[in-house]
């Protein structure tokens, strides 16, 4: 099988799907199928998410020369939707009679339709409803994703496959400091974006006002969101606790999951969330909303699902603190035993063959 893989871009910046896409990618290499990698902005050939090994093949240039590079494709996979070269994708696979799956990353989420609606109602009139009809298979990575899509009037089929995560090497609790220490850590790692809920969590961080605790946000900035978020810091007084070190990748990046007790994402709407699969792989327990479909936090006893409200979160923060140490790390290490069983990216590319098969007939 000849499998051409899209995505918007392969930028760290970018977030999850930047990680995922080339990752499943790999995946699929190694399970025999000829993967071509290919993003609008080239990426593909120079971003340090792409693999370049296990089979993979980057691919640069347009569309049409990028697929033609691959050779005939058996299938396309595209990730996401509304930007133009997802509507070209859609009539190249319509006009080479290619089968295409879309991957919806969340786009189609209730937060994410009214965010910039307008334009967004006017792309659904014009080309995204019929290119999603058109698609042979759409992918939702959990079960309220799809919900949400059949509510738009996508009937067609539609496979729910999470993410996977790649396992570090050691835990968070490999590297603390054993013994007493002055200072704990709350960690935020994602896009600093008006949809994380980051005003919402500075403020219950301002109630609660822990000591002993500091909060770190991390993570690229977008619509100028990260000055909302320290103006917000410096009117509540707390920038002595409270930290934007703006976005860490590599080695940096584990270097602060490694030392983090505490992983904090107050989203208002995830179709995912892979920050949240990354903590608890380092055996960190989680704080979520149920904005992101984390259920699993409740039932493997490994994270705080909470309301998306700044009382709810204030609660879970409340909890999450007052437990000891030990009580924290057996919670984070049910919570990487989870992950490694579920989310394990060769169990991910397995389904998704099982899926493409079926697409294929």
């Given at each position: 099988?000849?499998?051409?893989?899209?995505?918007?871009?392969?930028?760290?910046?970018?977030?999850?799907?930047?990680?995922?896409?080339?990752?499943?990618?790999?995946?699929?290499?190694?399970?025999?199928?000829?993967?071509?990698?290919?993003?609008?902005?080239?990426?593909?050939?120079?971003?340090?998410?792409?693999?370049?090994?296990?089979?993979?093949?980057?691919?640069?240039?347009?569309?049409?020369?990028?697929?033609?590079?691959?050779?005939?494709?058996?299938?396309?996979?595209?990730?996401?939707?509304?930007?133009?070269?997802?509507?070209?994708?859609?009539?190249?696979?319509?006009?080479?009679?290619?089968?295409?799956?879309?991957?919806?990353?969340?786009?189609?989420?209730?937060?994410?339709?009214?965010?910039?609606?307008?334009?967004?109602?006017?792309?659904?009139?014009?080309?995204?409803?019929?290119?999603?009809?058109?698609?042979?298979?759409?992918?939702?990575?959990?079960?309220?994703?799809?919900?949400?899509?059949?509510?738009?009037?996508?009937?067609?089929?539609?496979?729910?496959?999470?993410?996977?995560?790649?396992?570090?090497?050691?835990?968070?609790?490999?590297?603390?400091?054993?013994?007493?220490?002055?200072?704990?850590?709350?960690?935020?790692?994602?896009?600093?974006?008006?949809?994380?809920?980051?005003?919402?969590?500075?403020?219950?961080?301002?109630?609660?006002?822990?000591?002993?605790?500091?909060?770190?946000?991390?993570?690229?900035?977008?619509d100028d969101h990260a000055a909302e978020v320290q103006a917000l810091v410096?009117?509540?007084?707390?920038?002595?606790?409270?930290?934007?070190?703006?976005?860490?990748?590599?080695?940096?990046?584990?270097?602060?999951?490694?030392?983090?007790?505490?992983?904090?994402?107050?989203?208002?709407?995830?179709?995912?969330?892979?920050?949240?699969?990354?903590?608890?792989?380092?055996?960190?327990?989680?704080?979520?909303?149920?904005?992101?479909?984390?259920?699993?936090?409740?039932?493997?006893?490994?994270?705080?699902?909470?309301?998306?409200?700044?009382?709810?979160?204030?609660?879970?923060?409340?909890?999450?603190?007052?437990?000891?140490?030990?009580?924290?790390?057996?919670?984070?290490?049910?919570?990487?035993?989870?992950?490694?069983?579920?989310?394990?990216?060769?169990?991910?590319?397995?389904?998704?063959?099982?899926?493409?098969?079926?697409?294929?007939?």
């Amino acid at each position: 099988m000849k499998l051409f893989l899209t995505g918007a871009s392969f930028d760290p910046s970018f977030g999850g799907p930047a990680y995922s896409v080339p990752a499943l990618g790999a995946a699929l290499a190694r399970t025999g199928i000829t993967v071509g990698l290919w993003a609008p902005d080239g990426t593909a050939l120079t971003s340090p998410t792409v693999p370049q090994r296990n089979g993979l093949m980057p691919l640069g240039g347009d569309l049409q020369a990028a697929i033609g590079r691959l050779g005939r494709a058996d299938l396309i996979h595209d990730n996401g939707m509304w930007l133009p070269h997802h509507h070209a994708i859609a009539r190249l696979a319509r006009a080479r009679a290619i089968p295409r799956v879309v991957s919806l990353r969340g786009m189609l989420e209730p937060w994410a339709i009214n965010h910039r609606k307008w334009k967004k109602k006017l792309a659904w009139a014009m080309y995204q409803a019929r290119d999603l009809r058109s698609a042979k298979l759409l992918h939702a990575t959990a079960d309220i994703e799809a919900t949400n899509a059949r509510a738009l009037g996508l009937s067609g089929s539609c496979c729910v496959v999470p993410n996977g995560v790649d396992l570090p090497s050691h835990s968070a609790a490999d590297h603390l400091e054993p013994g007493p220490r002055d200072l704990r850590t709350a960690l935020f790692v994602s896009r600093v974006h008006p949809k994380k809920g980051l005003p919402m969590l500075v403020r219950a961080w301002h109630r609660l006002a822990p000591k002993g605790w500091q909060l770190v946000i991390a993570g690229p900035d977008e619509d100028d969101h990260a000055a909302e978020v320290q103006a917000l810091v410096d009117k509540l007084g707390v920038r002595d606790h409270v930290r934007l070190i703006g976005p860490i990748y590599g080695p940096e990046k584990d270097a602060l999951f490694q030392t983090a007790d505490l992983f904090v994402l107050p989203t208002y709407s995830e179709n995912f969330g892979i920050a949240i699969a990354e903590a608890l792989a380092y055996e960190i327990p989680v704080l979520t909303t149920r904005g992101a479909p984390w259920a699993l936090l409740e039932t493997h006893r490994c994270g705080w699902w909470v309301d998306p409200t700044e009382d709810a979160v204030f609660t879970g923060l409340r909890s999450a603190i007052g437990l000891s140490d030990d009580a924290r790390r057996e919670m984070g290490r049910r919570g990487s035993a989870m992950v490694a069983e579920q989310f394990d990216w060769g169990g991910i590319a397995v389904q998704f063959q099982k899926h493409y098969s079926a697409v294929l007939g």
